[in-house]
């Protein structure tokens, strides 16, 4: 089916654990991005995608790595988990980076114990 | 960077209409606005570009003032599907041009 599929839909994680993310979307859109959603912090960038092989920080990158191999994929690994990385993370695709409007997948709820 | 919502939340019967304003201290390449249903992905309603153009959603319309760098959507005759989270994601022209989003108004429609 056509769209942006994210998984896992829920996942816990114990504190030092690397954790990955996955985002894959079926459009060949160019831009790709990583948001966590907080509870009074709204959404918030960590990292975006112009095209595969290119990727750059957003507002809160720390503790966060992504990779572009493929248009489609775009994960986002927590290298070592934090409690504070505890968070509702969506990931984005569009066709451009501020012109035109996203499509955001269903979100990862993440727990770290 | 982050632009700032108003107000916070609102509570209508519906029917009745509805402005959500957004406000940066920069100016502006765009104006994105989503709605988020509880537990649920942002959804995409409209995007306002500098130079007066408009992209989006036929049933919610949206103002962009450049030089107040503000942006108002309207939502008119209320129905209880537009209850939920509304953001606007704004980018500024100077410096890295990167969608920021606000706060977020929390709309709740009564029947």
């Known amino acids: 089916d056509a769209g942006i599929t994210q998984s896992p839909r829920y996942k816990i994680t114990e504190t030092g654990r690397q954790v990955t993310l996955m985002c894959h979307q079926t459009w060949s859109h160019s831009y790709m991005f990583w948001y966590r959603q907080d509870l009074g912090h709204g959404l918030r960038l960590i990292y975006y995608s112009a095209a595969a092989d290119i990727t750059d920080k957003g507002e809160v990158p720390d503790g966060y790595v992504v990779s572009r191999s493929k248009t489609e994929n775009f994960p986002l690994t927590l290298e070592s988990a934090t409690r504070s990385q505890t968070s509702v993370y969506f990931c984005?695709?569009?066709?451009?980076?501020?012109?035109?409007?996203?499509?955001f997948g269903s979100g990862t709820r993440l727990t770290v114990v | 960077q982050q632009p700032v919502q108003s107000p916070q939340a609102v509570i209508l019967r519906e029917g009745e209409d509805a402005v959500i304003n957004c406000s940066s201290s920069?100016?502006?390449?765009?104006v994105h606005w989503y709605r988020q249903k509880h537990g649920e992905a942002p959804v995409f309603l409209m995007i306002?570009?500098?130079?007066?153009e408009q992209k989006g959603h036929d049933k919610i319309s949206a103002s962009f003032n450049e030089k107040k760098q503000q942006s108002s959507l309207y939502l008119t005759a209320s129905q209880l599907s537009y209850s939920g989270t509304y953001f606007c994601?704004?980018?500024?022209?100077?410096?890295?041009?990167?969608?920021?989003f606000g706060q977020g108004t929390r709309l709740t429609i009564n029947p």
């Open positions: 306002l570009l500098k130079g007066g």
């Open positions: 920069k100016a502006l390449y765009s």
């Open positions: 994601g704004t980018v500024i022209i100077q410096g890295a041009q990167k969608l920021v």
């Open positions: 984005a695709s569009s066709v451009g980076e501020w012109d035109y409007g996203y499509t």
